[in-house]
């Protein structure tokens, strides 16, 4: 198994770039992905849960450094039917809420509406189109965004080495917007 290593993300959301979209998409798109998933918003955490080609997905901001990027670390991944066990963890762990009463397993559908019904949780429709690109080794992205049909625009460029996410985010004239991280956009745009 590959060891994983933690990494340092920029981002931002908007309705438009200008000018550094257009430095990005000179480098030319190395990917484009589509995807429909589910954040699962907790009141009591920040922790980065989502439910995306039928995985329980799970994030875990690890520090922020004085340039205020964020790092990162694959903290869960497991297919559906999540047992009584995964749950537990999931509400205490990362969730940070009472665990309510639990079935012994909970399939895609049953865990999202479990979730619906705690106060502390908010179940987020997201809808992601993710142009990709390579610029200095870091990866780059722009992605049209829907949280609950509601339409937004993100840039991100991240890598293992901080120094060099920076040395792109100002390579592309993007250091004077704030760096705002998917659950905390989310959170804004749902009232949580």
């Not at 875990?60 to 205020?68: A, F, G, I, R, T």
């Amino acid at each position: 198994m590959a060891t994983i290593i933690p990494r340092w993300e920029w981002r931002t959301f908007g309705a438009q770039f200008g000018e550094a979209e257009d430095k990005i998409k000179a480098y030319g798109e190395v990917a484009f992905k589509k995807s429909s998933e589910n954040y699962i918003l907790s009141r009591n955490s920040n922790e980065n849960c989502k439910i995306r080609d039928d995985l329980m997905d799970i994030k875990s901001p690890l520090q922020v450094n004085e340039d205020k990027l964020e790092q990162w670390y694959p903290t869960m991944k497991e297919g559906f039917p999540l047992s009584k066990e995964a749950i537990v963890k999931l509400f205490t762990e990362f969730f940070k809420i009472e665990v309510p009463e639990l079935e012994e397993a909970y399939d895609y559908a049953a865990f999202v509406e479990l979730c619906k019904q705690q106060k502390d949780l908010c179940v987020v429709d997201v809808y992601k189109e993710r142009h990709i690109f390579n610029i200095d080794e870091t990866t780059v992205e722009i992605a049209d965004t829907k949280f609950n049909g509601v339409p937004n625009r993100t840039i991100c460029v991240e890598h293992i080495d901080p120094a060099l996410v920076m040395s792109v985010v100002r390579k592309l004239s993007l250091e004077g917007l704030p760096n705002i991280n998917y659950i905390n956009a989310m959170k804004q745009a749902v009232g949580l």
